[in-house]
T-cell receptor, first 117, second 116 residues
Framework: GAGVSQSPRYKVTKRGQDVALRCDPISGHVSLYWYRQALGQGPEFLTYFNYEAQQDKSGLPNDRFSAERPEGSISTLTIQRTEQRDSAMYRC???????????????FGSGTQLSVL | AQKITQTQPGMFVQEKEAVTLDCTYDTSDQSYGLFWYKQPSSGEMIFLIYQGSYDEQNATEGRYSLNFQKARKSANLVISASQLGDSAMYFCAMRERDTGGFKTIFGAGTRLFVKA
């Protein structure tokens, strides 16, 4: 696609339910990142992938959060047994290359606004 | 530990004047990249400018320039001739080597208000 696509755009769920957030990166982009952004704050790193390999998941808050990218393209961020504190904007970003990557800018999706009631 | 520090939660600037948004960073890597992104009220993240750690000259992109002081680990964004459309959140970010690749981390942001 032309840009990074995230779905759903909005997700309202009840506490204790599981949610799955989807990210479809720009075609051909090798790296895919997940961030969480609270209102008025900067994006907080969660995890990232190169191709299908999850390289760093140090930002995932706890073991209720997991992510996968099984075929190196679309990624899913799953939050199990959601809690109210999980409410935030979840953003996905992708970048083109892996090597000599310090100059690679990120292309962001519009995000999924998660509200846990 | 905070790796990207933006000390100005909010800034005001008069239209047509210049404004500097501060950013300091912390890294032990020799090779890294510094970025500024703009986030208007619509929520999209817009790339503005990039500075590489080995670049000797300050980066410029139109009305945006990056005042890079490597020894002080600062990468301030300068916006010249401010416009009303510049009102937005601005995030400083650093891209550094991580296990298996590169990771980009962001500061808390500075909200800029441009006054007519």
């Amino acid at each position: 696609g032309a840009g990074v696509s995230q779905s759903p755009r909005y997700k309202v769920t009840k506490r204790g339910q599981d949610v799955a957030l989807r990210c479809d990166p720009i075609s051909g982009h090798v790296s895919l990142y997940w961030y969480r952004q609270a209102l008025g704050q900067g994006p907080e790193f969660l995890t990232y992938f190169n191709y299908e390999a999850q390289q760093d998941k140090s930002g995932l808050p706890n073991d209720r959060f997991s992510a996968e990218r099984p075929e190196g393209s679309i990624s899913t961020l799953t939050i199990q047994r959601t809690e109210q504190r999980d409410s935030a904007m979840y953003r996905c970003a992708s970048s083109l290359r892996v090597r000599t990557g310090e100059n690679e800018k990120l292309f962001f999706g519009s995000g999924t606004q998660l509200s846990v009631l | 530990a905070q790796k990207i520090t933006q000390t100005q939660p909010g800034m005001f600037v008069q239209e047509k004047e210049a404004v500097t948004l501060d950013c300091t960073y912390d890294t032990s890597d020799q090779s890294y990249g510094l970025f500024w992104y703009k986030q208007p009220s619509s929520g999209e993240m817009i790339f503005l400018i990039y500075q590489g750690s080995y670049d000797e000259q300050n980066a410029t992109e139109g009305r945006y320039s990056l005042n890079f002081q490597k020894a002080r680990k600062s990468a301030n964004l300068v916006i010249s001739a401010s416009q009303l459309g510049d009102s937005a959140m601005y995030f400083c970010a650093m891209r550094e080597r991580d296990t298996g690749g590169f990771k980009t981390i962001f500061g808390a942001g500075t909200r800029l208000f441009v006054k007519a």
